[in-house]
Nanobody
Framework: QVQLVESGGGLVQPGGSLRLSCAAP????????MGWYRQAPGKQREAVAT???????NYADSVKGRFTISRDNAKNTVYLQMNSLKPEDTAVYYC???????????WGQGTQVTVSS
């Protein structure tokens, strides 16, 4: 059982910023891609941003220019810097990591982000 530890969610006003972190245990398999997804009430889970082991990134159109994904391979940690937050960014945010060997994807428990005045 691989546990991913997420942190950084919370309540923020529109226009504010939050930084999410997701750490995987250090003594596990080599991690390939890492990513952030979100699920708003009544909606499907959607991809927000992904990053390969080499650092190539991909973003949902709705967050381009506002969110930045990064990773620290030595710490097996992925980050999501969220700026200029909007009420429509309100959701539970989940991180995931992909095993380079098996391609199996592990998920975090989710962290709530609420953007409201």
């Amino acid at each position: 059982q691989v546990q991913l530890v997420e942190s950084g969610g919370g309540l923020v006003q529109p226009g504010g910023s939050l930084r999410l972190s997701c750490a995987a245990p250090r003594n596990i398999f080599t991690i390939n891609a890492m990513g952030w997804y979100r699920q708003a009430p009544g909606k499907q889970r959607e991809a927000v941003a992904t990053i390969t082991r080499g650092g190539a990134t991909n973003y949902a159109d709705s967050v381009k220019g506002r969110f930045t994904i990064s990773r620290d391979n030595a710490k097996n940690t992925v980050y999501l810097q969220m700026n200029s937050l909007k009420p429509e960014d309100t959701a539970v945010y989940y991180c995931n990591v992909e095993s380079a060997a098996t391609r199996y994807v592990y998920w975090g428990q989710g962290t709530q982000v609420t953007v409201s005045s």
